[in-house]
């Protein structure tokens, strides 16, 4: 079987005296098979360059596609390609130019009139068997190497942000959360304590918050009044004052 690359290098792919972990693995693969590789030149290798660009045929065949004819009845109703071609004809300077009655942005990206024709090129730079779920980066560079439309970016985010495949598919790189670890038991009586608020109460003797103290022996309980804006020294004064002076300094207070 013979293969043809413009890749120079892999024609002595299987000659080469060193090799790393993953290329040995495809020599051995390759090694399976009566394959012989062949160089050709890029500037040659016109079809097979223009078929691994799926995504853009539609905008380099020189021919009217259906494609290219819809874009073109779609963008008599857009208001945003209205306003660009009224600009090109009032001799505004801008980046966009009139090209065969499509309007094309720096050249070479062609403007996609708002509807399902985003979302068909969504879908083939994004789920394509070339484009592989590549995530919001690359479906967002591979827009832009044949496409335009106002916050282009933003498209392919929210797309990727929706794709089932890639939610299924997700990873994360955040280290995994341990167990839960549970508080010692406390040995006897207000040792260890919770301190909680509860807030936005209807005011009662100029207070709207409760200060609770539990102790997590015997689960009794101070109910202290106090208000919501209670500052750190405040707090520390309510603790002495109503609990401090009853059971004494506690070895930890548990709060969030």
Known sequence: MVVWTDNVILKYFATQPKLSSKQVRWQDTLALFN???RHK????????????????LRVVYVGETE?????????RRDAFA???????????????????????YKQKRLYVPEGKMRDTILKECHDGPLAS???????????????????????????VKIC???QQNRT??????????????PEGLWESVSMDFMVNLPPSRGFDAIMVVVDQFSKRAHFIPTKDEATAQETGRLFFTHVFKH????????AD
């Open 247 to 254: 059971h004494a300094l506690p070895k930890d207070i548990v």
């Open 82 to 104: 209205k306003e660009a071609r009224q600009n090109i004809q009032n001799g505004v300077k801008s980046h966009f130019h009139l090209q065969n009655g499509l309007l094309w």
């Open 35 to 37: 394959v012989d590789i």
């Open 172 to 185: 994360f790189n955040k280290k995994q959360a341990s167990l839960l670890q549970p508080l010692p038991i």
């Open 41 to 56: 030149l890029g500037k040659d290798n016109v079809v097979p360059n223009v078929l691994s660009r799926k995504h853009q």
């Open 164 to 166: 089932l495949t890639c």
């Open 67 to 75: 494609f290219q004819k819809e874009v073109h009845q779609a963008s």
């Open 133 to 159: 779920h590549g995530g919001a980066k690359r479906t967002t560079t591979l827009l832009k190497k044949s496409y335009y439309w106002p916050n282009l970016k933003d498209s392919a985010e929210e797309y």
